[in-house]
């Protein structure tokens, strides 16, 4: 057990490095790589399955007891990204299939790798996961529209196949993941710390297969998609803390929602990508991308802000302790 847990405590410690390594070795061996492309949805799906088996009612308690900064970071989340997406692919002039990439990134829900970050960095935890998981189960019916909106005019988008897609890949295994928890969990208490390093291994997983699939694009369009994605990242970090300042929301919530907006669950964009614009390799390529610069500079942000612990911390943790006692 301490093995496993040390191994999952470097994997979410290292993340960013270990995406960084595989996505290297994949560009210069793809055809050891190649065959991941198949998996790319199953590989998803575990990690929301491991979402699933963690989510508890205390989730989505927060969301009904302070509902403003839920509401605040979800709607941002959809809003914001999404526009900054659509912003950037028009101000650079992207082509149609890297515009299309980017935008599907910034219409995403949140990515699981934000709770991480808001852990890091002493901000709230349990309104970070709230907000991930409303996210999340809002995919299905957001994701689809708002691409269908913002990047139809580039390509065919078929919204209501995106929604299937998205209900196969995140709901399903997420909903699986409730009722196994809620049917045997001494069995699924004694599994939960090997979550980690199975989500990195599934995440990166994923970025080997894109990585090798596309190594002659990476290699045309590398700096094109590096600049994309890196400023609608940090456009996405920066607009999340300044909106929820403005909203007068505590300093520890500020950070939850900087990051919820601005990580995506880029994973999901490269699996939309491959199922739906499989003739469009670069659509996908922004995604793969976003895995790990959204890692790398969330860490940096992270580690900025672990730096400045907060008054109001120790407050904090009781009211989560309090709370989980009434659950």
């Not at 934000?114 to 935890?125: E, F, P, Q, R, T």
């Not at 996961?129 to 995919?139: K, P």
């Not at 689809?144 to 988008?157: E, K, Q, R």
């Not at 369009?221 to 403005?246: D, E, P, Q």
Request: charged content about 10%.
């Amino acid at each position: 057990m301490k093995a496993i847990n040390f191994i999952s405590n470097f994997s979410n410690k290292n993340f960013a490095l270990i995406t960084i390594i595989i996505a290297i070795i994949a560009f210069n061996l793809p055809d050891q790589f190649s065959w991941l492309n198949s998996y790319i949805s199953i590989l998803l799906g575990i990690v929301m399955f491991g979402m699933g088996l963690t989510l508890k009612p205390v989730d989505f308690k927060i969301a009904l007891t302070k509902p403003k900064p839920v509401i605040a970071g979800v709607v941002l989340q959809y809003t914001v990204m999404p526009l900054i997406a659509f912003t950037i692919a028009k101000l650079l002039n992207l082509p149609p299939e890297l515009a299309a990439g980017i935008i599907l990134v910034g219409c995403v829900p949140g990515g699981t790798a934000s709770n991480v970050m808001v852990y890091l960095a002493k901000g709230n935890v349990p309104l970070s996961v709230a907000m991930t998981s409303i996210s999340t189960m809002l995919a299905p019916i957001m994701t689809p529209t708002l691409l269908y909106l913002l990047a139809g005019h580039w390509m065919p988008v078929n919204p209501f196949q995106m929604f299937w897609s998205i209900i196969q890949v995140i709901i399903i295994p997420i909903i699986l993941g409730i009722v196994i928890q809620k049917y045997f969990p001494v069995a699924v208490e004694k599994s939960v710390q090997a979550l980690p390093f199975i989500s990195v291994v599934a995440v990166s997983g994923v970025v080997a297969a894109v990585v090798s699939g596309n190594t002659e694009n990476i290699a045309s369009a590398g700096i094109l998609v590096f600049i994309t994605v890196i400023l609608h990242n940090l456009s996405g970090l920066f607009l999340g803390y300044v909106i929820a300042t403005l909203l007068r929301l505590d300093a520890d919530t500020r950070r939850a929602i900087s990051f919820e907006v601005g990580i995506q669950n880029a994973g999901l964009g490269v699996s939309l990508a491959n199922t739906h614009f499989p003739t469009m390799p670069l659509t996908a390529l922004p995604g793969a991308v976003a895995v790990v610069t959204h890692v790398i500079n969330g860490s940096i942000l992270a580690t900025f802000w672990s730096r400045k612990p907060l008054k109001q911390e120790k407050l904090q943790g009781k009211e989560i302790i309090e709370m989980k006692k009434t659950v």
